[in-house]
């Protein structure tokens, strides 16, 4: 699709409107991204509008990612780190009346999927997650700031599901009725993540928090792993956010919105490349209670998801893009078939995560 954004936001960054053609492209559900072609000698670029309505301070997400830029820059040079461009007047990110936009340079050569086809991808985009948090590990994360306050904090976000459902509408909670029993039911998860949350080895880390495929760029030939991006959400975070995340996007053929249930199953063969993958580079880092937290990351991110979904939906739908009134409980219930398979899986799964954590 073409489409128009204001010429001076293009003029910031050396750009005209007969030189630049302009594409939406991504599937996130909070910012606009669109793809800039320079017409004049074939060079890409993403321009992103930040949504300020979630990003609440962008300018934390500038701080973070140039305070990360330098440190990986000093240590490791040669490591592809995609920040932002500056503008022709220098700064980190344009604010255009009361809007925030940021232009990334486009890695030529990759591709970002938006659905997995082999476990080979699983394990290259956990690598590439997993590698980032490697080469962070002897950055102190407290010089990072939350983009996000409370983001997956678990505790949190329970806390605005109950809220939520005091609010809500009597037709909806009727409506949801089987979702909020099943919210309720897996409150355990909730205590044992207050349980690690306490325990002195399960540091702080700078984590990426959305390792989504289409966040992880794979060689368009060949799908080896090149780099990560969208560095929103790069601030201060247990482990547990990225590989459960990835778990809870990589594991299943079909995505949240898939309103099918009997097709949200676990494949196998993935949790298993993506946890190699994660543990080729953090294998040697992480703390024993991390490792014991392995399987339980899937859990935590799959059961947060499932609450924020619900919780979005109680509240009539304020924060995620809805295309239909129901979608965020059908996402909800999505959610909570596939928290049912992995634990359905679990023996199996940490069979697994064992023997590979033996060989490490
Ligand atoms: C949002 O916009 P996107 O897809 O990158 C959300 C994630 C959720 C995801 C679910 C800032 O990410 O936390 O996991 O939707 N990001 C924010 O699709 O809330
Ligand atoms: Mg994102």
Redesign the pocket.
Known sequence: MELTIDESILEAYGFTRENIKIQQIGS????GTYLLSNLSNGEKFVLQQINTK?FTDPLVIANNIQSVAHFLKTNFPYYLFPAPLATVSGEEMLIHHTEHWRLSPFVAGTVALDTLSSPKQAYEAAKQFGKLSRLLNHFDSSKLKPT?VGFHDLELRFKQFKTALNQASKANQLKAAQEIERALAFEYLLSQYLRFSSKADFPNRVMHH?T?ISNALLDKDTFEGICVI?LD?LMPGKFISDLG?MMRTYLCEFS?NEKDLTKITIRIDYFAATVEGYLSEMGDILTATEKELILFSGKYMIYM?ALRFLTDFLNENIYYPTTYTEQNLDRAKNQFKLLEELIKNEDQLSQFVEANLLRN
Do not use: A, F, H
């Not at 996130?28 to 910012?31: A, D, K, R, Y």
């Open positions: 996130g559900l909070i910012n979630v996000i959305d989504k969208d959400t995340d949240e998801q």
